[in-house]
């Protein structure tokens, strides 16, 4: 538009303007009232190019090649690959590290500087993860090999399977490819089958509280034996003893495991019988007769008694050890007893009339070593002697005897006895008379029986011989007598001789002298005793003793003597021969009288101390009455019993070890609970805790016996608790034990406190200990590593732009939780959104953003990060240097301003691609792009133009004149695109004078040069 007037153009429009679509000179006339004007235009219009590729790939981490399918005319490619890099070749090649959709743009230029682009989503997969895991060792049958990572992959395995699980029952190395759109991910795995063990064993017993031995019949290399006992308990011996508590029915099961850490189970039924136990009692000592001896155990057991009988009890009557076994099926139990038979005595005596005031003599006629009498004469008056005698008043008594021998046997005899009321009688006056007879009379009761030595009867009497007449008188069991000497004829002499030797051991005889024709003698001891012939020898009793002797000759005539002697005592009984258990016997044969005592120990007391065997013999010296008596002793050496043990906890078997020494025959053990054994060290279980006073009692080949007793102290068992198995993510935790006191605790690392705090993944054992009590318990701690959040925000606040949050957490995470939280700069309400890949990417618009990042790894620990970034809307002021030309080779200096990171491409012809004023020297035409980042990363991208110049050209003077007057002096030789440059000056004969470089230099014969499109051109001139 100029103005009013005509327009005329040249296709004959008379607009103002004009549209044109086709190349060509256009011209317009402008007529304002015939003043003319007229100006033209070439327009050249050219073909639009057509942007286009393709690309081959699409997995992460592998190089994607981009091929130009652009027209033919381009010249210029700028791609924008989606992820904020660029590049300008015509074909280039990328790679991807994350997976996502990229829209990747190419934007080109043709040779008229026109321009086309076209955008293609390009999808970026991931190389599937595929773990098989570790290496396998499985002991027989087959295992599943499980390379599933999700649906829409495909599988391929090493023996041609296509599904994402295979299961495999042979060693090999098995090998798996997982196909994702391409995008290969594989693993192997090495797969060993290992032939299972075979676990077998035997045992030897069957019964309760027996030690029974388990052998182990497994196959060879085994490392390893868990026994289960069926009865709560285990042992890892290989072949163990175990003792059950309790007889019963169980299931005994070993669990093997071999080199290749393989395991195998055999379980068999084990049938454990019961001891049945007997208990005969304490030794017993028997008085004669028998005794019935009775092991019942109430059950279909047998029974062997020492004697070879097999009934359940017995009836024995003769001193021994018996004993008898149990047995249940091979489960034996024995006791033993030792039984004493001693020959009774038997007790016996009599006694004279019993009349009041009287003393009625008892006199002793038992038999068989009596030791003790004890006698009850029914009045409440008793006594210990042999032959006692005892005075009455008149009545019915009954008295009893009991003996004691000296083994400690008994027998005891009771007889009525009538005691009578006295009288006194009395008879006539002794008479000589030398008549045929004579009248004597006895006067007493009237209601009395009276009989007369010579056998006549009543009171009264006519005797017509000498003699001594007696008339005994009875009345119930009294008893009186009297005599009277009645002398016929001539009386004779009484007259005797007393004994020479007065001691109680000899016989005293006393020897009549009497004169006088005697033809009769009666001799009367004062103790009671009377004799009728003429001499008499006697073994009198120690005493005083009055002998009186009456003599009648052959008229009837008598006389009387008497004389009084003292018999000397001398009584010693040292007793039977003896024996004892260790110890000492004092022998005391002290007689109750003053006299010598002489024993084979030289010893002169009345009583000594034995102290070893031997026979001791002692003579007794009465005033020279001599009594000797010998004894044997036999002083055996006493066994002594002693045990050890060991303190235990209730239910746990405790072994008692016989201690004792000696020649021991029998052990009888009282465990103080009720139980008892005569195994020489047996061995207890205890049921209940508690103080146990055990007495062990030992009999040895004399007999002799000893017993000691001890206090068994049996804790009390006790449970507890431990903390429970622990899965943790941290890297400590305290555990402990709780439920028991006054316990002492023991850990694997020595500490003995009832918590520990630990640091490390693994089993934790304690060991709490109570007395003799003890328990072990675990705890399995896992303590999982936690993960470390991190990410990076976007390398630009730009808004509108695609923000990638990379995840930069540790390697160890397999989740990915992130909350995104926006708040407008203007204020209003925040927004959030969650995420759940590893990496995002959004577009995000102006505003501040709180970026949340929880991870998770394989073990479910976590850990979160925030983050905060604020959009803004760019804001570039930015400039960049003009499109420039240069020769091949040369440089061109480019800038750019108005950011604080700069980023140039193509960077093979600059000499840093990352500042602000980069030196290009391009080998051809090249436009260079440049990203500038301002500080809140916002991007701006501009480019400039470098054009090689191909104008190519050498100017060469044809003379110069060099008489140095300032006109051409110097031989100058100019041009435009020289790259290289030599001149080589020869003389006339052909010799090299000079040569240069320099294009300044003079004189040549020879010039050579290259220009920078490779062209070479040869000038050959002569020049004087």
């Not at 290969?184 to 027996?210: K, M, R």
């Not at 010799?991 to 220009?1011: A, G, H």
Request: net charge negative.
């Amino acid at each position: 538009y100029a103005g009013n007037g005509t327009y005329t153009w040249s296709n004959g429009t008379n607009n103002t303007a004009l549209t044109i679509d086709t190349t060509g000179t256009y011209w317009l006339e402008v007529d304002n009232n015939g003043c003319l004007d007229r100006d033209s235009i070439n327009i050249d219009i050219f073909a639009f190019p057509s942007a286009n590729f393709t690309w081959t790939g699409g997995c992460a981490d592998t190089a994607i090649t981009f091929n130009d399918n652009s027209s033919s005319s381009t010249q210029n490619w700028l791609w924008d690959f989606g992820d904020l890099t660029t590049d300008s070749i015509q074909s280039p090649t990328k790679l991807y590290t994350g997976n996502g959709t990229y829209l990747v743009n190419l934007l080109i230029t043709d040779s008229n500087g026109c321009t086309d682009n076209i955008s293609y989503n390009l999808t970026i997969d991931t190389a599937v993860t595929v773990d098989l895991g570790p290496d396998t060792n499985i002991c027989g049958g087959a295992i599943n090999l499980n390379a599933y990572v999700g649906s829409g992959v495909d599988y391929l395995w090493s023996n041609g399977a296509t599904d994402s699980v295979i299961n495999v029952g042979t060693t090999n190395t098995y090998f798996v490819a997982v196909d994702n759109n391409g995008c290969i991910g594989a693993d192997t795995i090495n797969v060993i089958v290992h032939t299972p063990p075979q676990s077998l064993f035997s045992i030897n017993g069957n019964c309760e509280n027996d030690s029974i031995q388990f052998n182990d019949l497994s196959t060879t290399n085994i490392v390893s034996w868990e026994w289960d006992f069926g009865d709560g308990t285990i042992d890892s011996n290989q072949n163990p003893f175990h003792i059950y508590s309790f007889y019963g029915n169980y299931s005994v099961n070993l669990k093997v495991t071999d080199t290749n850490s393989c395991i195998n189970n055999y379980n068999l039924p084990v049938s454990i019988d019961k001891v049945y136990t007997t208990y005969l009692g304490m030794d017993t000592n028997l008085c004669g007769g028998s005794i019935d001896l009775d092991a019942s155990a109430n059950a279909p057991v047998s029974y062997t008694w020492s004697t070879g009988q097999t009934d359940s009890a017995i009836t024995v009557n003769s001193t021994n050890i018996y004993w008898v076994e149990v047995n249940n099926n091979g489960c034996l139990f024995r006791d033993s007893i030792f039984i004493k038979v001693y020959f009774p005595p038997t007790a016996a005596f009599s006694w004279n009339s019993a009349c009041e005031k009287q003393a009625v003599q008892f006199n002793d006629s038992s038999y068989s070593n009596i030791s003790s009498w004890a006698w009850d004469f029914g009045d409440g008056n008793s006594s210990n002697t042999k032959d006692p005698s005892h005075m009455y008043v008149a009545g019915s008594y009954t008295v009893s005897l009991n003996i004691i021998s000296g083994n400690g046997c008994s027998d005891s005899l009771s007889h009525n006895i009538v005691v009578d009321t006295g009288f006194v009688i009395s008879i006539d006056n002794d008479t000589t008379l030398c008549q045929d007879t004579l009248d004597i009379s006895t006067y007493g009761p009237g209601n009395a029986n009276y009989i007369w030595s010579n056998n006549m009867t009543g009171n009264s009497i006519t005797v017509n011989n000498t003699n001594i007449y007696i008339c005994t008188v009875t009345r119930g069991g009294c008893e009186e007598k009297d005599s009277i000497f009645v002398t016929l004829l001539e009386s004779p002499t009484a007259n005797f001789l007393l004994p020479t030797d007065s001691c109680t051991n000899a016989s005293q005889t006393f020897k009549d002298t009497s004169i006088g024709n005697i033809n009769q003698w009666t001799w009367s001891i004062s103790n009671g005793n009377s004799y009728t012939t003429q001499d008499i020898t006697l073994n009198l009793d120690s005493g005083a003793y009055t002998i009186e002797l009456i003599v009648r000759n052959i008229l009837g005539c008598r006389d009387t003597i008497s004389k009084n002697i003292g018999i000397i005592p001398i009584e010693l009984d040292l007793g039977n021969d003896t024996s004892l258990c260790g110890g000492v016997l004092p022998l005391n044969a002290d007689v109750g009288y003053d006299v010598n005592y002489n024993w084979s120990t030289g010893s002169a007391d009345s009583a000594i101390t034995v102290t070893s065997t031997g026979t001791y013999i002692l003579e007794v010296n009465n005033l020279g009455c001599i009594e000797k008596d010998t004894i044997t002793v036999d002083i055996f050496t006493v066994p002594i019993a002693d045990y050890t043990f060991l303190d235990v906890c209730e239910n746990d078997t405790i072994q008692f070890t016989d201690q004792s020494t000696g020649n021991i025959l029998s052990w009888m053990w009282n465990f103080g609970d009720g139980n008892l054994s005569s195994d020489q060290s047996p061995t207890h279980t205890y049921a209940f805790d508690g103080n146990f006073s055990v007495m062990l009692q030992i009999l040895d080949s004399n007999y002799c016996s000893d017993f000691v007793a001890y206090l068994v102290s049996v804790d009390s068992t006790f449970t507890f608790i431990v903390d429970p198995d622990t899965v943790l993510c941290a890297n400590s935790i305290d555990v402990g034990t709780y439920g028991v006191s006054n316990a002492t605790y023991l850990w694997p690392n020595n500490n003995t406190s009832a918590s520990i705090t630990v640091t490390s993944s693994g089993t934790y054992f304690v060991t709490v200990s109570r007395g003799a009590c003890s328990s072990i318990d675990s705890v399995d701690v896992t303590l999982n590593d936690k993960p470390l959040a991190g990410f990076s925000l976007p390398i630009d606040s730009c808004s509108d732009k695609l923000h990638e949050f990379l995840n930069n957490s540790s390697s160890d995470v397999n989740q990915w939780e992130w909350l995104l939280i926006s708040t407008p700069l203007s204020g209003g309400t925040p927004d959030s959104n969650l995420y759940n890949t590893e990496d995002i990417t959004q577009s995000l618009t102006e505003g501040v953003y709180s970026i949340q990042l929880i991870v998770t790894n394989p073990d479910g620990c976590k850990d979160t990060v925030k983050q905060s970034i604020q959009i803004v809307v760019p804001v570039i002021n930015a400039a960049i240097s003009n499109d420039t030309s240069v020769y091949k080779s040369y440089s061109a200096n480019l800038w750019a301003d108005g950011g604080i990171d700069y980023v140039w491409s193509p960077s093979f012809s600059l000499d840093n691609e990352f500042i602000y004023n980069p030196v290009a020297t391009p080998e051809e035409t090249t436009t260079y792009f440049v990203v500038i980042t301002d500080e809140y990363g916002c991007t701006y991208l501009d480019s400039v133009l470098i054009t090689i110049l191909d104008e190519y050209d050498l100017y060469i003077p044809s003379a110069f004149s060099p008489n140095n007057d300032g006109k051409n002096d110097l031989y100058k030789i100019n041009g435009v695109g020289i790259l290289e440059f030599y001149i080589a000056i020869y003389n006339r004969f052909g010799q090299k004078v000079f040569e240069s470089n320099d294009i300044n230099d003079f004189s040549f014969r020879y010039l050579k040069i290259i220009f920078f499109h490779g062209k070479i051109s040869i000038f050959m001139d002569f020049l004087n």
